[in-house]
């Protein structure tokens, strides 16, 4: 058979050198910018106020990694069609609502054309569902691993995958509007809110969800299944984003969404350590090449 129709039909679960190292790149860089967004929420550390440029950044390659990690089980031209569905679906929502208060209220973006992308009212719906929602159903994956065979793993993985997003909802909804003030929500007829969040915008999250999942889920099936397990990687970037999300809200002391973000990111990782052990018990010993 020729070499490149080889290389071609190759096992997509299998990354080469070239891949192996530019996913550790992103995921170095992630790390880098996530460092310098953490310490914009600490107080104290005025010469990184002005660094607007480091929220946007760093969920650039939040986007990035997450791409490169779903890379990892599908091709790479699905994983980059299911973002490029997600994102149109979650960025003409909040376009809609900012233009028609639907579906998720009373929004608006203070800071429409800013002096950072991360003030680009369309930048950032784009980027947070794309990290968010594959995301979650890369975490998703790896809580139902073990009924994989079930007949419902799909609905499961589609519910378990929503109530994620929901959490990762009301521990980013604060976050955005009442610490950085990304976007900023009105008043509406329902008296009850979450931190100042009204309880429209956060069935939206859900409702949302479930429409951009599935309008990405014929990109995200391998047509060709093979025995490869769920990618750690989600587990790392959920428990890291919620991370963030804990230490902005708490200098604040929005404490509600201190106790989501923090049980999200320790129940992501405690899930990737357990899922590494379960692995690295799993693996067969190295044999010596004499076979001893």
């Known amino acids: 058979m020729n070499p490149l129709i080889q290389f071609t039909l190759r096992d997509s679960n299998r990354s080469g050198p070239v891949e192996q190292w530019t996913h550790r790149g992103l995921f170095g860089l992630f790390l880098v910018l996530w460092i310098l967004a953490l310490g914009r929420q600490l107080p104290g550390l005025g010469w990184l106020s002005d660094a607007r440029w480091a929220e946007a950044a760093w ?30 679906v979650g960025g003409a929502a909040h376009w809609s ?22 003030q680009e009212w369309f930048f950032v719906p784009v980027l947070i569902w794309v990290v968010l929602l594959l995301n979650a159903r890369g975490l998703a994956r790896l809580i139902l691993r073990p009924v994989a065979k079930h007949p419902n793993r799909g ?11 929901l959490a990762a909802a009301l521990a980013l909804e604060p976050f955005a509007s009442a610490v950085h003030r990304y976007w900023l929500w009105g008043q509406t007829r329902l008296p009850v809110t979450w931190l100042g969040v009204p309880l429209s915008g956060l ?12 309008a990405a889920t014929p990109f ?18 959920w428990a ?24 999200s990111a ?18 067969p010993a190295r044999q010596h090449p004499s076979g001893h």
Request: aromatic fraction near 6%.
């Open 59 to 88: 969920l650039a390659a939040a986007a990035f990694l997450t791409v490169s990690s779903l890379a990892r089980q599908i091709s790479l031209q699905n994983a980059l069609m299911a973002a490029g569905v997600i994102g149109l």
């Open 97 to 118: 609502s900012l233009v028609t208060q639907i579906p998720f209220g009373p929004l608006r973006f203070p800071h429409a054309v800013g002096l950072s992308p991360f």
């Open 155 to 165: 609905l499961h993985l589609l519910c378990l995958s929503t109530c994620l997003m």
């Open 203 to 214: 069935l939206a999250w859900t409702v949302v969800s479930v429409i951009a999942s599935l």
């Open 220 to 237: 995200l099936i391998d047509k060709h299944p093979r025995p490869a397990p769920p990618d750690r990687g989600p587990a790392w970037i």
């Open 240 to 263: 890291l984003l919620n991370g963030l999300f804990a230490v902005g809200t708490a200098v604040h002391g929005l404490w509600p969404a201190v106790v989501v973000a923090t049980l």
């Open 266 to 283: 320790v129940a992501a990782t405690t899930l990737g350590l357990v899922d590494w052990r379960r692995n690295a018990r799993g693996k």
